[in-house]
């Protein structure tokens, strides 16, 4: 039991210096309604705790909680250091964790993932051309696809995602409340190709799911003559793991520990996931811990210069 006491003091003693370090920034009203504590605690904890001095620790210390805060606690060592390093703050991944683990600080752990296929059909399943090729040396070259659930308040909602595995961006995607081709794989790819132009010999991979291997979508992807189509092998998720690994950091990141809310605030928190957190603002370990955005804008410039 007392070991669980300071924990909270710790959490909550935590949460108090985020909220003090950024009180030009926010409401302090607001940032304790959106963390959970009395602000009457806060005031009563900043006149009794000793004002911050200017020693290295407790400016680092404070750096770290606030990228902590501001990335909604999805940050854990190597992605806070290299946005300590983009601030010009020379420090290692080593010395980050540490002073995380002093602090309390953990990023949010993900669920073990289960993906839910319909095969069951008799529609043409296509070969496994993609054979876990996950790295991609220009643009439309392999896109990924596939759909998970997402459960509200008012039942599932079904997310339908492209990824192009160059930049690892999410270039297409669709929320609908059926599983119906139209909505879910058609949907996301007619978003796709308007956000990316599509390159000859562009391979698209997906499960073999009815909503990719129907005549419906089968016919609109053949009609463009350029593309190969490709399919999991049966019962294999490693085969499709960049999709499944995506949906798996959605749910950790945005869903799982958090309330349920109702479909169309669902809708609204998925839009600003894709679109303003993990195409924008989110690092990839895959890009070297560099933004979607960082990460283009550094092979365009390699390009100019070669």
């Not at 409401?27 to 009563?44: D, F």
């Not at 991944?93 to 002093?102: G, H, L, S």
């Not at 529609?123 to 659930?149: C, G, Q």
């Not at 690994?245 to 669902?266: C, R």
Request: glycine share 4%; with cysteine; proline share 1%.
């Amino acid at each position: 039991m007392k070991k669980a006491t300071r924990q909270s003091f710790q959490e909550r003693s935590i949460i108090y210096k985020f909220i003090n370090s950024n009180q030009r920034i926010y409401p302090i009203e607001k940032m304790c309604k959106v963390m959970g504590v009395g602000s009457r605690s806060y005031y009563a904890w900043k006149i009794g705790s000793k004002q911050p001095n200017d020693s290295k620790v407790e400016i680092l210390e404070n750096r770290i909680i606030i990228i902590y805060f501001k990335n909604k606690q999805r940050y854990g060592s190597p992605r806070i250091a290299a946005e300590l390093l983009d601030d010009g703050v020379k420090i290692s991944r080593i010395t980050v964790a540490k002073y995380m683990r002093n602090m309390g600080l953990r990023s949010k752990i993900g669920k073990k993932f289960k993906v839910t296929t319909d095969s069951k059909h008799s529609h043409k399943i296509m070969d496994n051309v993609l054979n876990r090729e996950f790295t991609a040396s220009e643009p439309s070259k392999f896109w990924v696809s596939d759909i998970t659930y997402i459960h509200t308040k008012e039942g599932f909602l079904y997310l339908t995602t492209i990824l192009d595995l160059y930049d690892r961006k999410c270039i297409g995607w669709s929320i609908s409340d059926t599983m119906s081709t139209q909505e879910t794989s058609l949907a996301a790819w007619k978003m796709a190709i308007k956000n990316r132009k599509l390159s000859a010999g562009l391979i698209f991979h997906s499960d073999r799911g009815t909503q990719y291997a129907c005549e419906k979508f089968s016919k609109i992807l053949d009609s463009y003559k350029i593309i190969t189509r490709s399919m999991s092998r049966k019962g294999n998720c490693w085969d499709n793991a960049v999709a499944e690994s995506f949906f798996k950091t959605l749910k950790s990141e945005q869903i799982y520990g958090n309330k349920l809310v109702s479909k169309e605030q669902m809708k609204t928190d998925l839009f600003e996931y894709i679109e303003i957190w993990y195409n924008r603002e989110r690092r990839h370990s895959k890009l070297g811990n560099l933004t979607i955005e960082q990460f283009n804008s550094r092979k365009q410039n390699l390009k100019k210069t070669a």
